[in-house]
């Protein structure tokens, strides 16, 4: 027997709480499209809230049903401070983190009957501990800091930077460097800077000297 469009294909056509598939629920003058389907919940807004909830906050099961939690916030992008709780079928697991002078401040609550695993930044060994209100301090250090540049650096990193692509022109300038050889060197930019130094007679005087005014910078 063949069934028309059986109702158990459409479960969320029928009043569905959760993810309707429409971008526009609400229009560009802030009312509300009055059409079927309207929600706030899409779920490519919530894989970013997802993401930021386990990735920067640091909130993630590590087994079903949060009876254990991992905890493993991931500051990056000049973010100082985050907090992030989640209901757990045990009860609320919370944290907030915050960077101070070069320190990391985590503040974690672990509910009842549970277990956690802790990460810290920098850090790949986990802390195990048990429900119950914890802290730590530990040194910071950004992993998008970077160190000075040298010349095994890729041109296009360096000339990204305006202080250090002056010493590099400065520098090409001052070994008298050919015009039309600068140029080259400049559009060169997924290549090391070592190897297009190559092209300069006076090519160990010129890495000798960049990388000494590099690491003033």
């Known amino acids: ?80 401070h985050a907090e992030a709780r989640h209901l757990t079928p045990y009860g609320i697991a919370e944290l907030n983190w915050k960077i101070e002078s070069d320190q990391f401040h985590l503040d974690v609550i672990i509910p ?48 990204y930077d305006v202080n250090a692509r002056d010493i590099l022109k400065d520098t090409l300038l001052q070994v008298g460097a050919p015009g039309f050889i600068i140029g080259m060197l400049l559009n060169e930019r997924n290549s090391q800077l070592c190897t297009e130094l190559l092209m300069l007679p006076n090519h160990e005087e010129t890495v000798k000297l960049l990388n000494e005014a590099f690491a003033n910078l």
């Open 1 to 80: 027997m063949h069934q028309e469009n059986p109702s158990w294909l459409y479960p969320v056509t029928m009043g569905a709480t959760t993810i309707w598939e429409r971008w526009d629920s609400m229009l560009p003058d802030g009312s509300i499209n009055p059409g079927e389907m309207t929600s706030f919940n899409h779920y490519a807004l919530g894989a970013v809230a997802d993401w930021m909830h386990r990735t920067i906050g640091g909130i993630a099961p590590a087994e079903a049903g949060y009876r254990r939690i991992r905890i493993a916030p991931r500051p990056s992008a000049g973010l100082t």
């Open 112 to 159: 009842p009957n549970t277990t956690a695993e802790v990460i810290l930044p920098g850090s790949d060994t986990p802390i195990e501990i048990g429900s119950g209100k914890w802290r730590w301090s530990a040194r910071y250090q950004d992993p998008d800091a970077r160190g000075a540049f040298t010349v095994d650096d890729l041109v296009g990193d360096i000339i």
